[in-house]
């Protein structure tokens, strides 16, 4: 069987999209594992892509503090409005800006706080607050429960991205 560069992990599956404790520990553990992922990498490896024309690994973890950035807000927006519309966004154009090209530990430290943010919120949400519910104008309603797990693929899927790359080379 061929290993899939791009969803390492395999594809997000909400009817596999596991328990809330899970999913909160998934968010609240990603900053130590991202940035374990990219220990002790050189510059040339950073900017390797994790597959072919794929994001490079700096790329790739910049994305994540975006991603996961705009999330936090997602999140926010729905438990302070009746069912926002959310704005979404060209991730694949922000990975081209000038601050994807800056060291990773700029966006390690956003990681890492963003997600002690985001695992106090959670931690504090109640039932009613995970039916909450948000439109995203692409793919539709999501409650917070569902985007919960979503993203806690996202980090998980991304690391993968990173730990599949340093396995294939023997980094």
């Known amino acids: 069987m061929t290993e899939d560069l791009s969803y390492p992990i395999g594809k997000f599956d909400p009817a596999n999209a596991g328990q809330r404790t899970d ?11 991202i940035a374990n992922a990219v220990s002790r990498l050189s510059e040339d490896q950073l900017d390797m892509p994790y597959r072919p024309e794929g994001w490079t690994v700096r790329q790739t973890v910049h994305h994540v503090a975006d991603s996961h950035l705009n999330s936090l807000i ?3 927006l729905a438990l302070t409005e009746d069912k926002p519309t959310i704005r979404p966004y060209y991730e694949d154009r922000w990975a081209e800006l000038a601050d994807s090209k800056m060291p990773v530990e700029v966006s390690l430290k956003i990681i890492d706080g963003l997600h002690s943010r985001w695992t106090n919120l959670l931690q504090s949400m ?3 607050d ?3 519910r948000l439109i995203h104008p692409e793919s539709g309603e999501w409650t917070l429960e569902k985007l919960i797990a979503m993203y806690a693929w ?3 899927h991304h690391t993968a991205h990173i730990t599949k790359l340093r396995e294939r080379k023997a980094w």
């Not at 999913?23 to 594992?33: C, E, T």
């Open 130 to 132: 995970f039916a909450r």
């Open 154 to 156: 996202h980090g998980r």
């Open 126 to 128: 109640s039932d009613a």
């Open 23 to 33: 999913n909160i520990k998934a968010i609240s553990d990603l900053p130590l594992n």
């Open 74 to 76: 997602r999140f926010k």
